[in-house]
């Protein structure tokens, strides 16, 4: 069965740091990849989406970006955090080619001091 | 770009009774997916319905794609339905444009 996993659950980083959130898929090859984010409030933004290796789009203009050096992770870094990168992080998947299948990884709530 | 508007915003009530949640949205729909966010955060999908009704135990959804609305059903509810229910409608690629949620909170 597939599964996928996001790692860390949380994260306390001060301005200015840098970050690195990773994602695995397990289960599955060539899965259409994205990164969400969930702010105090609600709704969920797209940031990035990819769907092979080496290719990613960016939803939103911001200080994060994101890359998939293999095909089943996916990585949201950031070179310097700002306190406006507050927020929960999710990670999720489906198979792609037109077959449905959404799954999102537990998240990483992160908090930038 | 897509709209998705959510009604009611929050949603209280006691074990046992019903409740219908609406999904209104801007543009016509070939990926329209409902979730279930519980209180730790995980999403889990509830739903895959770009037309039609589907049911899965208490919970049922129905999409009217000609009238750009989606219902979901929870029929007896318990308090482990509590949490935020989201719709979201897909465009290319998969990418999901989300309402902003209903808050339910459900008490014994």
């Known amino acids: 069965s597939q599964t996928i996993h996001q790692w860390p659950a949380t994260l306390v980083q001060p301005v200015g740091s840098p970050l690195s959130l990773e994602c695995t898929v397990e289960?599955?090859?060539?899965?259409?990849l994205y990164w969400y984010r969930q702010a105090a409030g609600r709704g969920l933004q797209l940031l990035f989406y990819?769907?092979?290796?080496?290719?990613i789009s960016s939803e939103v203009p911001q200080n994060l970006s994101a890359s998939r050096p293999q095909d089943r992770q996916f990585i949201l870094s950031s070179k310097k955090l700002l306190l406006s990168d507050s927020g929960f992080y999710l990670c999720?998947?489906?198979?792609?080619?037109?077959?449905?299948?959404?799954?999102f990884g537990s998240g990483t709530r992160l908090t930038v001091v | 770009g897509i709209q998705v508007e959510q009604s009611p915003p929050d949603l209280i009530l006691q074990e046992g009774a019903n409740s219908t949640l609406r999904c209104n949205f801007s543009?016509?729909?070939?990926?329209l997916q409902w979730f279930h966010q519980n209180p730790w955060g995980q999403l889990i999908n509830l739903f895959y319905?770009?037309?039609g009704t589907k049911q899965n135990g208490r919970l049922s959804a129905t999409t009217v794609a000609t009238e750009r609305y989606s219902l979901l059903y929870i029929s007896s509810s318990q308090t482990t339905d509590s949490g935020v229910y989201f719709c979201?409608?897909?465009?290319?690629?998969?990418?999901?444009?989300f309402g902003q949620g209903t808050i339910l909170t459900v008490h014994p």
């Open positions: 979201a409608l897909g465009t290319s690629y998969g990418k999901l444009t």
């Open positions: 543009d016509s729909v070939n990926n």
């Open positions: 319905i770009p037309s």
């Open positions: 990819s769907v092979g290796i080496g290719q």
């Open positions: 289960g599955t090859s060539n899965p259409n």
């Open positions: 999720a998947w489906d198979p792609g080619q037109g077959r449905w299948g959404y799954t």
